[in-house]
């Protein structure tokens, strides 16, 4: 496994050893032994998650306020551009967001840590997301702030507008959404 830094220290992403021949391929998606090594976070993940979307799905930004999440995060299936943004008022990169693309071809994996919002849009005709959480869904905790907040000025990689949930639509602005501290 390899970790390459983001432009915000907290946030990796993870390069895993992918065996491949004209057969197919094989790789080791989480080892928690390597993962520790790698990063030094000893994590334990409870609860793993995977969404099937199409083109110009917007999911986020979401977070946990209280019980927040730590994300693993990786594409089985399709191309997705994902977002991580610090929500960690204490934090020099605070309202800082890296975003990667995120692909089946590529393999690659991002490592969001507690304390960010997470979201991501499908850019390929369809994509499966594949998730592992620090903590279980919590919705009475769950907050979400709108895509398109001019403070964070995310550049979605999207040309017109994004399919969203009613919920993704009733997003906070950074200014008025809860924040860590």
């Known amino acids: 496994m390899k970790i390459v830094p983001s432009t915000i220290p907290d946030v990796l992403i993870i390069e895993p050893k992918v065996f491949g021949d004209d057969r197919g391929f094989f790789m080791e998606s989480y080892n928690h032994k390597e993962f ?54 204490s934090s020099s990169t605070f309202a800082k967001w890296v975003g990667i693309e995120l692909s089946a071809e590529n393999k690659k994996q991002l490592w969001v840590p507690e304390g960010f919002a997470h979201g991501f849009v ?43 949930s009613e919920k993704d639509q009733q997003g906070m602005t950074l200014h008025d959404a809860d924040k860590f501290q």
Not at 132 to 154: F, G, M, Q, S
Request: hydrophobic share 35%.
């Open 36 to 89: 520790l090594k790698a990063t030094g976070y000893d994590i334990q993940f409870v609860q793993d998650n995977h969404s099937k979307s199409q083109k110009n799905v917007l999911r986020g930004l979401h977070y946990q306020i209280k019980q927040p999440q730590g994300k693993l995060v990786r594409v089985s299936s399709g191309v997705v551009y994902d977002i991580a943004v610090d929500l960690r008022q």
């Open 122 to 164: 499908v850019l390929s005709d369809t994509a499966e997301f594949l998730y592992k959480t620090t903590d279980y869904y919590a919705p009475e905790h769950e907050r979400c702030i709108v895509w398109n907040d001019k403070e964070l000025n995310i550049d979605w990689h999207i040309n017109g507008e994004p399919l969203l």
